[in-house]
Structures are given as C-alpha cells and as structure tokens.
C-alpha cells in the first residue's frame, strides 16, 4: 500500500544511521525483516479491505457471481479505503515533515 511505503521510506531514514553502525550481513538480515513485516502489513490490510468490503456490499448469495449493486458497493467501497489510505500516508507524511524541521 500506499502508506505502508511511506511508512517504510520514513523507518529506513529513521535507521539509516543506525544500520551504518551494524554488519552488512546484520544490515541485510534486517533489510528482510522489514519487508516481511511490510508484506504480513499489506497482506493484513488487503484481507481487512476485502471483509469488510465482502460484509457490507454482498448480501444476495443466490448466484455464483456478484450482481451489479454488490459489484459497484465494491468497487465504491475498495476505492474510498485507498483513497482514504493515501490521504493519511500524506497527512502523516506533512507531520513527519513538520517533526524534522523543528528538530
């Protein structure tokens, strides 16, 4: 996601000192560890996205595919949690900002 990259831009500048500090082999190690938490937080949040998308949106299980009015609540429904998603990643990004520069 949009936000969860954000995220991990600013948390490898935050430890962009720190890791100059450690092995290449620790720093690499480390590396890992992040982008497997950033692929579990994505995949967390695109499963969340999708229940809650599911629940609200899809209430005729008569047929095997979606009718048009569960397929635009969907799509209505997915577009506004991104729109949404990107909207707080640059909010907190602006904060993020405005905390570097008055340190």
Known sequence: SCFASRQQRLLNMDMSGALSQVSEQDRQ?????LEDMQVKESLSMFNSVVERCFSVCVTDFRGKSLNDKEEKCTKRCTEKFFKLSRRIGARFAEHQQGQDASS
């Not at 190690?29 to 560890?33: D, F, L, N, S, V």
Request: proline share 0%; hydrophobic share 60%; glycine share 0%.
């Open 29 to 33: 190690q480390m590396m890992k560890i």
